[in-house]
């Protein structure tokens, strides 16, 4: 077998959901749209049922029905992209909460489900989900005598604390919701590490549970490791890889991994990368190709089976930083092709 194995430490996205929890003020939720960061949102809502989560978050009502089925009757499934026109009936059937963002959605659901449970986003200032100040003024009152389950925000800018940002979407929310007494909900993984005053009733991590920034005290999750498909000896001045970006200064022996772009290894990863044989660092070498690597293990003593793209001297930020983007990405992006273990004990 050559595909590369991706191993899911499912007890550590439950010590992270413990971590955060410690640091929320009210009820600590659990973000699993995406797949759960493509982790696979039924193991990982499994996972987190079992550490005492009960409100979970996803993006649209397709994925609420899978961690319905995942963790049966009892636990809150809220959708962030609220009541669209065909997701009435996923709605009832499988007990999902809409987030309503608009007018036109609260009215849509009201009229196709009065008595179904529902919640509002407001727009605080990211403008990208939720009624704005005014609309809300003009519904509110419609809105509190059908008794919302909750209001939520969403905070642009919580990954930097020092951002004013964060302070002004706080006044925005509080001016929209004080005084309601109705449970609200404002803060991501950032949020939670802005404080208190930004937690409320309930908060909604999600990268941080899978070991990602801004989370820095997070537990490591995510273990890739890459079969060795082949290893050679290249002399001086030899080339490796497509176009022949990269020159050998000496001798050197390399392996070839099979891993690539096809599987979430962003290809301008390649000159900023190593893959690790314990904790030893052999540097990338050539362009990443769309299944196949080439990786200057002369360093080593023997040729390992395996080396590893992920693990705990390598995480999912620092992918992310070496290709210029988010660990968010990097995780949504790990690949189909992998074997997929789940640590469960
Ligand atoms: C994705 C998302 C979250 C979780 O954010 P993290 O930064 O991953 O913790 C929370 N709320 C909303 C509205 C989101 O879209």
Same mark, same amino acid.
């Given at each position: 077998?050559?595909?590369?194995?991706?191993?899911?430490?499912?007890?550590?996205?439950?010590?992270?959901?413990r971590?955060l929890?410690a640091?929320? %003020?009210?009820v600590?939720?659990?973000?699993?749209?995406?797949?759960?960061?493509?982790?696979?949102? %039924?193991r990982?809502?499994?996972?987190?049922a079992?550490?005492?989560?009960?409100?979970?978050?996803?993006a649209v009502a397709?994925?609420?029905a899978?961690?319905?089925?995942?963790?049966?009757?009892g636990p809150k499934i809220?959708?962030?992209s609220?009541?669209?026109?065909?997701?009435?009936?996923?709605?009832? +059937?499988?007990?999902?909460?809409?987030?309503?963002?608009s007018?036109?959605?609260l009215?849509?659901?009201?009229?196709?489900?009065?008595? &179904?449970?529902?919640?509002?986003?407001?727009?605080?200032?990211?403008?990208?989900?939720?009624?704005?100040?005014?609309?809300?003024?003009?519904?509110?009152?419609?809105?509190?005598?059908?008794?919302p389950?909750?209001?939520m925000?969403?905070?642009?800018?919580a990954?930097d604390?020092?951002h004013t940002?964060n302070?002004?979407?706080?006044r925005?929310?509080r001016d929209?919701t +004080?005084? /309601?007494?109705?449970?609200?909900s404002l803060?991501?993984?950032?949020?939670?590490?802005?404080?208190?005053?930004?937690?409320f009733?309930l908060?909604?991590?999600?990268?941080?549970?899978?070991?990602?920034?801004p989370?820095e005290?997070a537990?490591?999750? &995510?273990?890739?490791?890459?079969p060795?498909?082949?290893?050679?000896?290249?002399d001086t001045g030899?080339t490796v890889g497509?176009?022949?970006?990269?020159t050998?200064?000496?001798?050197r022996?390399?392996?070839?991994?099979?891993?690539?772009?096809? +599987?979430g290894?962003?290809?301008n990863?390649?000159? #900023?990368?190593?893959?690790?044989?314990?904790?030893?660092?052999?540097?990338?070498?050539?362009?990443i190709?769309m299944? /196949?690597?080439?990786v200057d293990?002369?360093l080593?003593?023997?040729?390992? #089976?395996?080396?590893q793209? /992920? #693990?705990s001297?390598?995480?999912?930020?620092d992918?992310?930083?070496? %290709?210029?983007?988010?660990?968010?990405?990097?995780l949504t992006?790990?690949?189909s092709?992998?074997?997929?273990?789940y640590?469960?004990?």
């Amino acid at each position: 077998m050559s595909t590369a194995t991706l191993t899911i430490d499912l007890m550590s996205i439950r010590a992270n959901w413990r971590a955060l929890s410690a640091l929320s %003020a009210g009820v600590t939720g659990a973000v699993v749209k995406a797949n759960g960061y493509g982790l696979d949102a %039924a193991r990982v809502s499994r996972a987190l049922a079992q550490e005492g989560a009960r409100h979970f978050f996803v993006a649209v009502a397709e994925e609420g029905a899978v961690v319905r089925r995942a963790l049966g009757p009892g636990p809150k499934i809220y959708v962030f992209s609220g009541h669209m026109e065909t997701d009435t009936s996923l709605i009832r +059937d499988h007990q999902l909460i809409p987030m309503i963002n608009s007018v036109d959605q609260l009215l849509r659901h009201v009229e196709a489900m009065p008595d &179904v449970e529902f919640g509002v986003q407001l727009d605080s200032g990211m403008n990208r989900l939720g009624l704005e100040p005014l609309e809300w003024q003009a519904v509110r009152d419609l809105v509190l005598r059908l008794k919302p389950e909750i209001l939520m925000s969403h905070l642009a800018c919580a990954d930097d604390p020092q951002h004013t940002m964060n302070g002004q979407q706080l006044r925005e929310f509080r001016d929209m919701t +004080d005084g /309601l007494n109705i449970p609200r909900s404002l803060a991501a993984t950032g949020g939670i590490l802005l404080g208190n005053s930004y937690h409320f009733e309930l908060t909604r991590p999600g990268v941080g549970l899978y070991g990602g920034a801004p989370f820095e005290t997070a537990q490591s999750v &995510v273990t890739l490791d890459v079969p060795v498909i082949q290893v050679r000896d290249v002399d001086t001045g030899e080339t490796v890889g497509y176009s022949n970006t990269w020159t050998a200064p000496t001798p050197r022996k390399i392996a070839t991994v099979s891993a690539g772009y096809a +599987d979430g290894i962003m290809r301008n990863l390649g000159p #900023n990368l190593s893959l690790y044989s314990e904790r030893v660092a052999c540097p990338v070498v050539g362009r990443i190709s769309m299944d /196949l690597i080439g990786v200057d293990i002369t360093l080593l003593a023997d040729t390992p #089976n395996n080396l590893q793209l /992920l #693990n705990s001297l390598q995480s999912i930020d620092d992918l992310a930083a070496a %290709a210029d983007t988010i660990g968010y990405e990097v995780l949504t992006s790990l690949g189909s092709r992998y074997q997929r273990r789940y640590r469960e004990t």
